[in-house]
């Protein structure tokens, strides 16, 4: 079985020399999600878009394993089983476990990585990682309460809706929560924050300041793509030279990832490769 070290240096996301080597597969089988980001619109039976919440279809855990043994016999150097959505893997987790531990039973010395809000990290770490979960990825677009309002709609939470500075102060603190308790574990954790021009654009250093205290291992900045039908459909983009000025600026805080290719729900192959899932393999 392969240490967390070498995972790690064979992760595509986590070790940019990886990138262009190994393939990672995302497997869409979480649909729902527990919050509402006002840049979110995610598409099912989408074969034209690449960006995080699109994808072709949703699988359920058995397609995936399914999906998943096509590809270790196609794609090349496959490393990495990603869950990234195209929701919250978290908020449908019975099927992300279900997924994780067949594929795990399978391929006991895949890396399985996964991509969340936060909001039920906290509770569910110590599954996932006894599933064999070894890399994390939260995603922190503001750690002021002010700046997360706006980004964030409602957090839903024990069955509960919490709109508002109150939903954003809950969010906040369930992130803080899981990404303390991750730190003394053997996994490596990312923060992603998406990039908002005018709304937390002036916080990103906060937030990576934030992150390295709370034990993350590296940090993701990434442009906001605006969306159609969407709150923020209409904030414009933010330029190649001002997100390498914001990294380059961020690093001194904490370490880059440089090379994210904000890749879709069901993406497969290397980060170069931008394509769907079903029409890869
Ligand atoms: Fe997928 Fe994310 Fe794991 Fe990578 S993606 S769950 S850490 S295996 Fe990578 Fe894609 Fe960027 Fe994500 S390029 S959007 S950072
Ligand atoms: Fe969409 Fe992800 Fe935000 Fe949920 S956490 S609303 S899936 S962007």
Redesign the pocket.
Known sequence: MRTLEQKTKE????NAGA?HEAA?I?LPVAPKCNIKCNFCNRKYDCQNESR?GVTSNVLTPVEALERYKKAKDTVPNLK?????GPGDPLANITETMETIRLIGEYDPDTTF???TNGLKLRKFADQLIGLGVS?F?VTINGVRPETAAHIYRYATFEGVKHFGLEGAKLLLDKQWEALNHLKGKDVMT?V?TVLIKGVNDHEVEEIATWARTAGADMN?I?PLIPVEGTPFEDIGEISRQELVRVRLKCNEIMPQ?M??????AD?VGT?GQRCAGVAAI
């Open positions: 992760h595509p996301c986590f990138a990672r995302h995080p990495v089983v990603g869950i990234a990585c996964l991509s890399h990825t990312k992603n993701n990434m990832m090379h994210c290719t904000q890749c879709r993406a980060l």
